[in-house]
């Protein structure tokens, strides 16, 4: 059956009259924004909403990885199984976001698990490794576990090496969010959802206010609840329930790679921690705590720091010299189950039907993970289909994501031929793949505006003209500003400049923006701060003089 | 049900894997590894380097090496450290960025309010945009 509203609808802000569509997906994580663009290559009109920006929440603060999930070996092999099949796809589809992340899991005296049992964990594990174009693990000796990181404490008795993939999750989301927005679909960051719009037992539309607070409409045949954690406050505008336990996750951020290895790590408690090399940074998490607090701020506390440090320190004795830029702080969309830690909780998702409880055009998917995104997404559209009585199958697991439609040119020809550093020709590539060129595309050319990831003006620019950046936090999202060790200290002012210029913003404009930028940076700096990072803080104040920036100290 | 089963499954699998390693001699695996992962640029550290790592991944940026000793090749001196030591696995396809130039590290090393051996980092940096 063809869309009933066939027309396709450009993106415009602030519009105020009732717009129409066949779908209207609640929720700009990875999951929402991979249910939009498998509808929107099905051929059917699709809104999507997001009240922050693009994988702004539980999506931006996991461990960056498209992993199988060998923990869940102990729970349901079927986990496991489809996480890795559909990690396969994942890296297919985006290899430009993609990159293998090999683990050391190193066994020491007295852990949970000795080196046999490990090693007939990896030995299933690669059963399903294929899936997912990976290698096989490798075990090592004490001797040759220290031989491939030196850093590993001298007690370990042994090790497996295991192979996972990192990616980018914010490219991840705004790749399907581009291509949800080139088959038709309407996409609206910093846009909430305010209320269902109810006809007797049946969701037909939604009332949202954009960012500049204007109230709309839009209406539509079926709503798809893909918040997250926020997944029972929308259910609940429906007056259904969706029952979830929500785990609070934080991960420390280094603004550089410690070693190239990837090292697991056992807890005080017992729970498998990681230290996880990404392309040029380091991820070391995670903590699963059940959260009760308000999902709009979750703050990091010291404890969770020295907790994940503690047990890093028995296996990498070094790791309290190395200078930590920020932390994360995300809350797992977790299915709901009674008397279970939450490290058992399995990583299973559900999709909700609430016709069944009498709401009928109203649909949630609950729980799940980041490697399973694109299969959750698939499931979702599959019910939304069905309630339309749309005949489409999905393409998503062989439909390149935008910038994957062919090979790269090597890095170095782009560099020359742009005026670029090879450097920035590589992160340029890892974010917009074989589109990189077109990014340049622009009077400032290759002039650096963050020299520590390198970012040029020209593509920073670039993501405020046409990759819907709206602040200089979208900009971290969609580009890496501010990633590095500078933390932003040398780039952010200038980068408001660059932002304010594309998006008509007022000097006055400029200046709070970066303000703004720098406060909230703050509260995930704060809890690392060790002596090394007071003393760039007082470097970085004194950059920022003149930004009034008591509220941050 | 499916945890039973799933324990059940890997007690089978442990018991399987204990036999095997009784019946076969275990080999070193570490080459494997290492030649598994070069093409992707993941590599051991030297020991020496490893020791020295915290000191070598300093850099803040604040542009004051540059002040004291300008370039190496194209690209400016903090950037070797804040940009280029990030021990990114492809950096061997950077190499062009910082061809020829050879700027005054020990002059940079001492304006440097963190400590950052500059002297040490180019070499590294080098070694590793060699490929």
């Given amino acids: 059956m063809a869309s009933v509203f066939p027309g396709r609808t450009p993106i415009i802000r602030g519009v105020s009259a009732p717009s129409a569509h066949d779908v209207c997906v609640i929720g700009g994580g990875v999951t929402g924004a991979g249910i939009a663009r498998d509808l929107s290559l099905r051929g059917l009109s699709v809104l999507l909403l997001e009240k922050g920006d693009w994988g702004g929440g539980t999506s931006g603060a996991s461990s960056w990885m498209i992993h199988g999930g060998p923990r869940y070996l102990e729970f349901d092999w079927e986990t496991t199984r489809l996480s890795t099949q559909d990690a396969g796809h994942i890296v297919t589809i985006a290899r430009n976001l993609v990159y293998r992340v090999v683990f050391i899991i190193p066994v020491l005296p007295h852990d949970r698990n000795n080196i046999e049992r490990m090693e007939t964990a990896m030995e299933v594990y690669d059963r399903f490794q294929p899936l997912k174009k990976a290698h096989p693990h490798r075990r090592l000796t004490a001797d040759e576990a220290r031989q491939a990181e030196p850093g590993l404490s001298p007690d370990v008795i042994g090790a497996v090496t295991m192979e996972e993939w990192g990616v980018d999750p914010h490219r991840l989301v705004y790749a399907n969010v581009e291509d949800a927005v080139a088959h038709g679909a309407r996409a609206l960051n910093h846009t909430k959802v305010i209320d269902l719009i109810r006809d007797g037992g049946k969701v037909i539309g939604v009332r949202y206010r954009a960012s500049d607070r204007s109230i709309s409409e839009a209406r539509a045949r079926v709503v798809v609840n893909a918040t997250g954690p926020w997944s029972p406050e929308v259910s609940g505008m429906a007056g259904v329930p969706v029952r979830l336990r929500p785990a609070k996750g934080i991960h420390i951020v280094y603004p550089h790679r410690i070693s190239n290895f990837s090292i697991s790590a056992e807890s005080i408690d017992g729970r498998d921690l990681l230290m996880v090399s990404h392309a040029g940074f380091t991820l070391l998490g995670t903590t699963d705590d059940d959260f009760y607090g308000d999902l709009d701020s979750v703050d990091v506390l010291e404890d969770e720091v020295d907790y994940l440090l503690q047990a890093f320190e028995r296996v990498f004795p070094s790791i309290r010299e190395y200078r930590p830029a920020r932390t994360t702080a995300g809350v797992r969309p977790t299915l709901y189950k009674w008397r279970r830690y939450e490290d058992e909780l399995s990583r299973e998702y559900e999709v909700i039907d609430h016709a069944a409880q009498g709401v009928e055009g109203f649909v949630t998917i609950a729980g799940g993970k980041l490697s399973m995104y694109r299969k959750m997404a698939e499931e979702t559209s599959d019910a939304v289909c069905r309630k339309l009585g749309h005949q489409s199958r999905s393409t998503t697991a062989t439909t390149p994501l935008p910038g994957n439609e062919s090979d790269m040119e090597s890095p170095s020809e782009l560099a020359r031929r742009c005026g670029i550093p090879a450097l920035a020709a590589i992160k340029l590539q890892s974010r917009h793949g074989c589109r990189a060129e077109k990014v340049l595309d622009d009077a400032r050319g290759g002039r650096l505006v963050c020299r520590c990831e390198p970012i040029t003006e020209a593509e920073l620019a670039y993501a405020a003209r046409s990759e819907q950046v709206r602040s200089l936090a979208d900009a971290f999202r969609r580009v890496s500003l501010t990633a590095g060790p500078c933390a932003g200290a040398a780039c952010v002012m200038r980068a408001g400049e660059v932002i304010g210029g594309e998006l008509g913003w007022s000097a006055s404009q400029r200046f709070d923006s970066v303000r703004e930028f720098v406060r909230g940076s703050w509260l995930g700096r704060a809890p690392v701060l060790g002596s090394a990072g007071w003393a760039q803080e007082e470097l970085a104040q004194g950059a920022m003089r003149g930004l009034e920036l008591n509220g941050a100290r | ?131």
């Avoid at chain 2, 990030?86 to 396809?93: D, K, N």
């Fill in chain 2, 1 to 131: 049900m499916g945890r039973a089963d799933s324990l059940a499954k890997l007690a089978w699998a442990y018991g399987i894997h204990l036999t095997r390693r009784r019946l076969t001699r275990p080999r070193t695996q570490l080459e494997d590894l290492l030649h598994t992962y070069a093409p992707d640029g993941i590599r051991a550290l030297e020991p020496a380097e490893r020791e020295r790592h915290p000191h070598l991944v300093r850099c803040i940026n604040c542009g004051l090496c540059a002040l004291a000793a300008g370039r190496m090749g194209k690209t400016r001196l903090p950037d070797i450290a804040s940009s280029y030591m990030r021990l990114y696995a492809r950096l061997g396809e950077a190499s062009t960025d910082i061809d020829g130039g050879e700027p005054d590290f020990e002059a940079a090393a001492s304006a440097c309010p963190v400590g950052v051996p500059l002297g040490e980092v180019a070499e590294i940096v080098r070694r590793m945009t060699a490929g």
